[in-house]
């Protein structure tokens, strides 16, 4: 079955403490995004790699890292977390040139204390 | 700067009637729209998209017009039902092969009630 997974789908942390939430596709997608979504604004682009070793920044990238060492999978890390930084997460790929059908993984709810 | 809206945050509507929602966009140029559902709690579902070219595009119940004159696309659903429920997201994108620079609607939570 074609999918984006994510891990983990809730994590409740403390300020300061380094996490990293992972995305992994099995569809051999070229194109990978993470998103964050808050009550309000909606779906805001925070990084996207358009293959292996390429990434840059969306939207809101400040205070997130990510890596795309292997094309299945693009980890989101957060090296000093926020309360501001509490939100949902999602991460997302899509095939190289193919404007339609953007796959979501089931998104990850953080909460920062 | 790039602004994208949707009308109303949520929209009630009776089983058998036609939604429609609307996403209106300012200071930009997309070649093509999305729309996508989301559920709860999960991650949005690609429904439909429409390039700027295109006038109309139909799938099943669904329909969604684009007008590049006055910056807006509508997203109709006809004789809707309970299972339509759901919040409806159009998505905006520059160019061609460009799905990695989507930028998003805030929503429009549709709910059909019996």
């Known amino acids: 079955e074609a999918q984006v997974t994510q891990n983990p789908r809730y994590l409740i942390t403390v300020t300061g403490k380094k996490l990293t939430v992972t995305c992994s596709q099995n569809?051999?997608?070229?194109?990978m995004s993470w998103y964050r979504q808050d009550p309000g604004l909606g779906l805001r682009q925070i990084y996207y790699s358009m293959n292996v070793e390429v990434t840059d920044k969306g939207d809101v990238p400040e205070g997130y890292k990510v890596s795309r060492k292997e094309k299945r999978n693009f980890p989101l890390i957060l090296e000093s977390p926020s309360p501001n930084q509490t939100s949902l997460y999602f991460c997302?790929?899509?095939?190289?040139?193919?404007?339609?059908?953007?796959?979501f993984g089931p998104g990850t709810r953080l909460t920062v204390l | 700067s790039q602004k994208i809206e949707q009308n109303s945050e949520a929209l009630n509507i009776q089983e058998g009637k036609t939604a429609t929602l609307t996403c209106n966009y300012t200071n930009y140029s997309p070649a093509y729209l999305q729309w996508y559902r989301q559920d709860p709690g999960r991650g949005p579902v690609f429904l439909l998209l429409?390039?700027?070219?295109?006038k109309e595009k139909r799938k099943e119940r669904l329909k969604v017009t684009f007008d590049t004159t006055l910056k807006q696309s509508l997203f109709h659903i006809t004789a809707s039902q309970p299972a339509d429920s759901a919040t409806y997201l159009c998505?905006?994108?520059?160019?061609?092969?460009?799905?990695?620079?989507?930028?998003f609607g805030t929503g429009t939570r549709l709910q059909v009630t019996l």
């Open positions: 997302a790929s899509t095939m190289q040139g193919r404007a339609d059908t953007q796959y």
């Open positions: 998505a905006l994108a520059p160019s061609i092969g460009t799905a990695s620079k989507l930028t």
């Open positions: 429409i390039r700027e070219n295109e």
């Open positions: 569809m051999n997608h070229e194109y």
